[in-house]
Every structure is written in structure tokens, then in C-alpha cells.
């Protein structure tokens, strides 16, 4: 059936997933959502860049034809009041391939966020972010260029999963009932109650995805991050269900950290991958001083969440850090900020996140020289010191300029 609203590019293939494989055309029709807010800017900027690297890295043999699909205040406009119209999904469905900008979740009135429901409703199950340090970016620490890892974070349940009681309600009463008079539980009077899911297949089908890209990238290590000393039967579990994947059906690739130092006395033999586990509150200390141990970091949903945020902070903050939400059919690469809304149209802010989820994307695509032009390039401009207002007010001597003027001398780098 036709779109309502969105336009098919008039070139272009459709890219394919087969058997769970990929199958990128040389001319793919990607979608993009703009976003709300700085959305325009930045979308604008990359998308020149993005286009830039592609053509630079192949001649012409190759190249994006991008469709626009809606979501957010654009959509709204569009599909009279509409912030998340189905044949969004449905493009994405087809298409395989999304790259967004920020979305403003409307305050009020029976709205979940739309960044939440694009997840839940194409079952993008791992938020994929990796954090590592671009030459010459503003960083806290004294030797960022040691943090090159990527995390992984199940999106799907956790104390997310919004199986939650508010105290006083008829609902809580109930459950608090069942749980003191049951199951002999005890907690305070009025407790708010909230549950917290872990199964054994959201838990496996993120580690899974961990182990592959590692093995894909030529990742050394995979580490299982939980608080499975307290929590024993969800995160606990989680470390637990890690390993079995591991070992079931990665066993002729990975090795235990136990394997590591018993059998092979501390050196990893070639074309391994190690699955080691860590406590969730240790592993912050460790980012922070020995983050070269790490490279792979699977967890759970809100360990993931508060991880990928401090995570990024040691490289140059949210400005830059680009992400990813994956499932088995759809990819969705995105910014990690928001809306930043006092910034709208002005022509000013860093457009690295997106630029970068960009770069995750042609990676993904397996379109690595564009990719690599792209890193090669921004890391050139900031040496040069041509940032934006954020990295500007971190650096001494730095010249400011513009969103669209930054995606210029970025893609006059690639020369
Ligand atoms: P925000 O939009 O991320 O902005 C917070 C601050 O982060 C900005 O004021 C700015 O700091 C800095 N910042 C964000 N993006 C930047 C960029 N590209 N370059 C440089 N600096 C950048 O967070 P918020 O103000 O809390 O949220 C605003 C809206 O965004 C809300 O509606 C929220 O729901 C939505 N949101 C959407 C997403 C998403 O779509 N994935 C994620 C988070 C929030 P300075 O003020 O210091 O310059």
C-alpha cells in the first residue's frame, strides 16, 4: 500500500534482511527523521558531511538516497496532531535502516515518550553506544585516548518494563497484600512497588548481539556488567544466562576469564574473545582508571542507562556521543541528546552525535572508508581547533563557528 505522507525517493534499492543477514545495495533508500528542536541543524550538517564521505570514499559508485519519514512536531503538523503515525513503523519495517534526530516528548496528557515507543514497537531491543575519544576533543580525564568501548544495553525490560504501583493506589494494596501475606515479604508502609523483569531470552538475545559484534569487529573482550551479589535472581541471573550464550553457542570463539589466567596463563590466544563479569558499581571506578581492560560491556536496562551516559562524559560529553537502537530487522542510529530547544535554528550547535550515529551506521553498513574519512576528518578540524560553542568554551584558543560551518570544514578535511 502506498504512504500516506511520505515520499519514496525516485532512485534507490530497498535494502534486504534474509535469514537475519543483511543486504545492503550499492544505491540504498535510507529513511531519516529530522527531529524537533536543533533536529533541522543538525540533520542538515551530517547529512552534507555523510553524503560528502560517500561520494569522496567511492566515486559515485556508491551513494545514500534518503527518504524522510515522521515523527515528532513535524509529524504532528503533518498528520493533523499525529506525533507517531503508523506508516512511520511501517517504513521502517520496509527499510530497515533509520537515522533520527531528537524528539521532544510532549508534556501531558497521555503521552509516552516517542523515543520509548519506536523501541517497544520495533522491538529494538539493544541500545548500542560506543564511547571512544576523538584526538583533540575536550576531555576531564588525563589520557582519554584509553577508552575505546562499546556498551550494550537491553532496552526492552528492567525496571523500565513500566510495571509499576503507586502507593496508596487499589492496585499497590493488592500486590502489597499478596506479597506481605503470600509470599512473606516485608517493607515499609505505603511503599511505591515496582517489578522488575529479567528473562532469560531478553537476557541472552542482548548478549548474543554483544558477542557477535565483538567477534565482527575484532573485539578482545565481552564483560557482563549486573549486581548479581544483591540482586540474585534477575541480575544475578543475567551474568548467569550471559555465560550459558557464551558458552552454548559461542564456545569455539570465547574463553572465561578464569580459561584466561588456568589454561593459557594470561595470554588470550588469537581470535578469542574473553566473557568476563563485573559488579555494576565497581565497573565506574574501573572506566574512570583502567579503562583500557575494557572493550565489550553488556548490561541490563537502567545499568546501561546511568553506564552510557557517565561513559561518554570521559570523551567529550552528549554533544558527541552517537548511538544506536538495534532489534533482528531494524536498525535505528540516533542522536543521544534531546531537543536542546533554546538552540532551535540558530545555526549552533555541535552536530557530533548525530554526525557519528551517522558513522555507527555506514559501519553497520559495512561502508567502513566513508566511515573512516568521517573520523579521520573531524578529528583534523578539531586539531585545528574549528569547533562549536561547547567545545569552544572548553578549549584555549579555539575558533567558534556554526553548525553548518563546522559541517564544511569537516568535509574540506576529507580532501
Ligand atoms: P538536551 O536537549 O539534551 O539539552 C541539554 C543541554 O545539553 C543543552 O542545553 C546543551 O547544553 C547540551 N546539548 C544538547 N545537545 C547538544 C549539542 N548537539 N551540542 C552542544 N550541546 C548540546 O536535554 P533537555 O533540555 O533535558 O531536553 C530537551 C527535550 O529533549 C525534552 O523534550 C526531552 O524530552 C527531549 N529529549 C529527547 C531525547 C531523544 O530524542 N533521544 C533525549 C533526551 C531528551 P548547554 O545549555 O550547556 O549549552
Redesign the pocket.
Known amino acids: 500500500m502506498p504512504f500516506e505522507k511520505i515520499v519514496p525517493p525516485s532512485e534507490g534499492t530497498k535494502i534486504t534482511v534474509e535469514s537475519g543477514k543483511l543486504h545492503i545495495p550499492d544505491q540504498p533508500i535510507i529513511t531519516f527523521i529530522e527531529?524537533d528542536?536543533?533536529g533541522y541543524d543538525?540533520m542538515t550538517a551530517s547529512r552534507r558531511i555523510w553524503d560528502a564521505a560517500v561520494e569522496k570514499a567511492y566515486n559515485g559508485a556508491r551513494r545514500i538516497h534518503w527518504m524522510e519519514i515522521y515523527s515528532g512536531e513535524k509529524a504532528a503538523q503533518l498528520y493533523d496532531g499525529n506525533y507517531m503515525p503508523e506508516e512511520t513503523f511501517e517504513a521502517l519495517r520496509q527499510y530497515h535502516i533509520g537515522i533520527k534526530g531528537?524528539?521532544?516528548?510532549p508534556v501531558g496528557g497521555g503521552f509516552r515518550?516517542l523515543?520509548v515507543t519506536l523501541r517497544q514497537v520495533l522491538d529494538l531491543y539493544a541500545c548500542v553506544r560506543p564511547v571512544r575519544w576523538y584526538r583533540g576533543v575536550p576531555s576531564p580525564l588525563k589520557d582519554p585516548g584509553k577508552t575505546d568501548i562499546v556498551i550494550f544495553r537491553e532496552n526492552t525490560e528492567d525496571v523500565y518494563a513500566g510495571i509499576e504501583y503507586e502507593a496508596g493506589s487499589a492496585e499497590n494494596k493488592k500486590l502489597a497484600a499478596f506479597l506481605r501475606n503470600e509470599m512473606g515479604a516485608q517493607f515499609f508502609e505505603d511503599a511505591g512497588l515496582g517489578i522488575k523483569p529479567i528473562s532469560a531470552f531478553a537476557s541472552k538475545r542482548l548478549v548474543r548481539k554483544a558477542i557477535q559484534y565483538a567477534l565482527d569487529r575484532g573485539r578482545k573482550s565481552v564483560t557482563l556488567v549486573h549486581k548479581g551479589n544483591i540482586q540474585k535472581f534477575t541480575e544475578g541471573a543475567f551474568r548467569k544466562w550471559g555465560y550459558e550464550v557464551a558458552a552454548q553457542e559461542f564456545g569455539d570463539v570465547t574463553i572465561t576469564e578464569d580459561d584466561l589466567w588456568e589454561k593459557y596463563n594470561g595470554k588470550q590466544p588469537e581470535g578469542t574473545i574473553v566473557i568476563k563479569d563485573r559488579i555494576a558499581d565497581i565497573i565506574f571506578q574501573h572506566l574512570l582508571l583502567r579503562p583500557d581492560e575494557f572493550d565489550v560491556l553488556a548490561t541490563m536496562n537502567l545499568n546501561g542507562d546511568y553506564l552510557s551516559d557517565a561513559a561518554a562524559a570521559h570523551v567529550g560529553g552528549?554533544?558527541i556521543a552517537p548511538g544506536a537502537n538495534i532489534g533482528d530487522e531494524v536498525a535505528m542510529f540516533?542522536?543521544?541528546?534531546?531537543?536542546?530547544?533554546?538552540y532551535t535554528n540558530l545555526d549552533k550547535?555541535?552536530?557530533?552525535?548525530l554526525l557519528f550515529s551517522g558513522v555507527m551506521m555506514l559501519e553497520y553498513m559495512d561502508w567502513w572508508e566513508a566511515a573512516n574519512l568521517i573520523n579521520t576528518a573531524f578529528e583534523k578540524t578539531i586539531e585545528q581547533k574549528i569547533v562549536?560553542y561547547?567545545f569552544a568554551r572548553q578549549m584555549e584558543g579555539a575558533t567558534e563557528v556554526g553548525t553548518s560551518a563546522f559541517a564544511t570544514a569537516i568535509i574540506r578535511n576529507m580532501d
Open positions: 527531529g528542536g536543533i543538525i531528537p524528539l521532544t516528548t515518550s523515543n552528549v554533544g540516533e542522536a543521544t541528546h534531546g531537543t536542546a530547544p533554546k550547535v555541535n552536530p557530533g552525535s562549536t561547547d
